[in-house]
């Protein structure tokens, strides 16, 4: 696979998300690479927009950043961070996490919503960011119990 979209090669194919086929790629200028999930629903793309759009200039180790979406031929494109770790759904399969690592590790959740919801350069009668799909699929955890909120 080497197909080019815009900046950003596609390399390998993963496991496909909720939103459409994800692709690890290499965007120009990087020397991470980056995961890039083709938007199937075209009904999706505004929301992403504009959670983009609201999170830009948010900088904060706990959450993870959508880098951009982008328009290509076929469609559109939502590139991504790639994250060091695995979710927390398959840290709970693989059996009990001692207390004081889980309740270090949803303190650190609980600072990248807060973070999310009193933003800085906001309007102040604009609401805070809410993620509306908080679930161990979308908090990942990297090597020394650091966490990311997706």
């Known amino acids: 696979m080497s197909e080019v979209l815009g900046t950003i090669q596609l390399i390998a194919a993963l496991r496909p998300g909720p ?47 959508v880098r951009a979406v982008i328009r290509y031929q076929g469609g559109l ?3 991504e961070d790639t994250l060091d770790g695995v979710p927390f759904s398959m840290l709970i399969e693989q059996g009990p996490i001692p207390s004081s690592v889980a309740v270090a590790m949803i303190r650190r959740v609980f600072r990248a919503l807060h973070i999310g919801w009193n933003r800085t350069g906001r309007e102040p009668a604009e609401p805070g960011l809410i993620h509306g799909d908080l679930n161990p699929d979308h908090v990942w955890v990297e090597p020394g119990a650091k966490v990311k909120v997706l």
């Open 19 to 65: 939103l459409g086929p994800r692709r690890l790629a290499r965007a120009v200028g990087r020397t991470r690479p980056v995961i890039v999930t083709l938007l199937r629903d075209r009904s999706v793309v505004g929301a992403i927009e504009d959670r983009c759009e609201r999170l830009d200039g948010l900088r904060h180790p706990a959450l993870g950043r």
């Open 77 to 79: 494109a939502m590139v």
